[in-house]
């Protein structure tokens, strides 16, 4: 079905503003729109309102980049977390995926993003910097660095790891082994050997 | 992953608003909401204004009831199309459908729903009194009745033929019958029997 042409221009914009979202195309934004349309005036206002104001007046914590209502985040506002170890992350999902893992106490640092010469993405564009000044300034003892697993996180945690390699800070990543439930049948070779040449002492595998 | 601790009230609103629209979850909320985070303050602000905008600026044409900017809608206002004939049908949406087929160069009528006893939707909530007005009080000659064939389609369309009978006006309805492209063997038996009772001079079945 042809739905371009539209009754309204003003159902003709909404359309088209929604189908700009990823994973939207024009029929389901044509969906969306029409259910907006069906709805109070009053509840519509306040979704569109709730998009303005999220863009306009978020903030990126001065301390982490985490995003944050306020200047100084949640987290590196809360006084009963272990300031002393910063968990490096890519991005702001990845701070709500360690979180819920519920296993870390310490401080985030968001990079923003890693290290892709391919996407024009160089150290100096991301929260790089900024990471060297904490650990300096901060009475810091452990820097953790959980980025992907891929070349780009690879090349990424390597600048960071010559960066601090000299200050008196201990760094660390992620491990890499075999996925929780994961047959290995069905585990990829470099994960496999990987984890083969890091094992652990078996005792340790026995917390959850 | 339970994504439900947000960094920001602001995202958690944003996320919360989002997935209140049909067929999106929490996940692909706050996968939208990133999306926008990631945008220029400019566009995503323009992007809130046309949903806020939509629902307060858009008419409904005070002919036939199909969305609009103006008071009267294009269709309505467009001197080309045929004035004596009436397309009725259940929403906006299959304005456009119909429109797409390029097909009808009449004008509509859209009820705003069928009847359904069921959903508390009767006769009065519907714009079947403003379609016996306008039979009444313009030119027309025929009205097409393009409801679903389903049984509240199937209500609907009685009671506007009731309504409408006594008035010196053709009333017929959409053509039922095996879809354009359909196996006979994959057609259901009521749809195929109504199709041979209604079966149609060989001539007229060789246009497109």
């Known amino acids: 079905m042809n739905i371009d042409k539209y ?46 104001q999220l863009r306009n007046n978020i903030k990126h914590c001065k301390i982490c980049h985490n995003i944050s209502d306020t200047e100084i985040c949640r987290i590196c506002n809360n006084a009963s977390r272990n300031r002393s170890v910063i968990c490096v992350v890519e991005n702001i999902r990845d701070v709500m995926s360690v979180e819920n893992t519920q296993q870390f106490n310490g401080l ?53 790891y010559r960066k601090l390699k000299d200050k008196e800070v201990k760094i660390s990543t992620l491990a890499r082994g075999v996925s929780v439930g994961d047959e290995l049948e069905y585990t990829d070779e470099i994960t496999l050997g990987r984890s083969l040449a890091n094992r652990i002492p078996y005792e340790s595998s026995m917390g959850k």
Do not use: C, W
Not at 26 to 47: C, E, M, N
Not at 147 to 156: I, K, Q
């Open 7 to 52: 009754p309204s221009k003003l159902l003709e914009n909404a359309v088209n503003e929604f189908s700009k979202l990823p994973g939207i195309g024009r029929k389901s934004a044509l969906r969306l729109v029409l259910h907006l349309l069906r709805q109070d005036v009053g509840p519509v206002t306040y979704f569109g309102n709730s998009i303005i």
């Open 108 to 160: 985030y640092h968001v990079l923003g993003g890693i290290i892709s010469p391919m996407d024009g993405i160089g150290p100096s564009e991301l929260e790089i910097e900024s990471l060297v000044n904490r650990v300096e300034k901060e009475d810091i003892t452990e820097v953790i660095l959980a980025l992907s697993t891929t070349m780009e996180g690879d090349t990424t945690n390597f600048y960071i």
